[in-house]
Nanobody, 124 residues
């Protein structure tokens, strides 16, 4: 059984930092690409970042470049999203998702498994 469990969401002030975690079980990060998506209230879900299985290469949506960092610990089958300089528009439910091979970054349809999400609120 494949499971992705996100954690780390919280209420944080603008300019603050958070680290999200996605613990993956049932599939290996050696073969599955992992992506973070987010959905703000009333908005469509958007891809935020992704990391490929083969070489760990990373990609980011323009709005988070330079502020967010995706990483993985294969020994723990866990993917992280370090978020710095948070803005109110970064708020929403953050989901991690797994796709076999190297799914196109930001494409929900390429992902095979999803977590239930963790909520990030950026507000003073």
């Amino acid at each position: 059984q494949v499971q992705l469990v996100e954690s780390g969401g919280d209420l944080v002030q603008p300019g603050g930092s958070l680290r999200l975690s996605c613990v993956v079980s049932g599939v290996s990060l050696d073969y599955y690409g992992i992506a973070w998506f987010r959905q703000a209230p009333g908005k469509e879900r958007e891809g935020v970042s992704c990391i490929s299985p083969s070489d760990g290469s990373q990609a980011y949506v323009d709005s988070v470049k330079g502020r967010f960092t995706i990483s993985r610990d294969i020994s723990k089958n866990t993917v992280y999203l370090q978020m710095e300089s948070l803005k109110p528009e970064d708020g929403g439910v953050y989901y991690c998702a797994a796709g076999i091979g190297t799914p196109r970054c930001g494409y929900s349809d390429d992902m095979d498994y999803w977590g239930k999400g963790t909520t990030v609120t950026v507000s003073s």
